[in-house]
């Protein structure tokens, strides 16, 4: 008996392992939020417009 025991363990420690390999291969899922995505595009406009201006008299760019 305590030799079919020294076997069964490493038989479940290499199903187990095959598992966990195979589930952390999966492909990632997609994160395709229009929502979020349409308000990160406002937002980089909205930051394009407000530091492409020029710098309002007296103050120096740093540029």
């Given at each position: ?38 308000e990160h595009q406002r ?21």
């Amino acid at each position: 008996m305590g030799a079919l025991a020294w076997l069964i363990i490493p038989v479940v420690a290499v199903l187990l392992a095959t598992v966990w390999a195979g589930w952390a291969q999966r492909a990632p899922k997609a994160t395709g939020d229009p929502a979020s995505l349409a308000e990160h595009q406002r937002f980089m406009a909205a930051m394009e417009r407000t530091t492409a201006g020029t710098a309002a008299p007296g103050e120096r760019s740093g540029r």
